[in-house]
């Protein structure tokens, strides 16, 4: 049953590159204070601000239950404001605060700085790895 075995299994591969990704951020993050589902909705808020909840969660892939506690959070932090919208007041409009654009300048160094820690290989099998992680990704959603 060789299908069965741990070290055939792509998605275990994913799992443990996940985690030990999510913990090489975390250095990084702390020095800002916040975790990394936290600073995925930032990425996202930096990219186009002032969107819908539906926008982010379509972005980022975080469940709805869980956006909605990371959203709270990072409005606690007042790095983010949480406004009805003046179409329709059921849907909610999230918007970087001032403390939360400046918090991009804090953080674009983390990408370059976490990709140093991956020394063995090249920007082309990133690219590879990204590409062929976009497939499964796709053929998953």
Known sequence: MDQLKLSNQICHRYYVASNAITRAYRPFLAKLDITYP?????????????????FIKDKTHIDG?????????????NLIEVQ?????????????????????Q?????????MCQVSNMTKEEFSLLKELTDKVITNLL
């Open 106 to 114: 804090d953080a674009a160094h983390i990408p370059e700085q976490l």
């Open 65 to 77: 239950g869980a956006l909605s506690l990371i959203l709270k959070k990072l409005s606690t932090k």
């Open 84 to 104: 009805g919208s003046e179409q329709d007041k059921r849907v909610k409009l999230i918007q970087l605060t001032q403390a939360g654009k400046h918090m991009q």
């Open 38 to 54: 936290q600073y995925v909705v930032l990425m996202a808020l930096w990219e186009t601000d002032k969107v819908d909840v539906k």
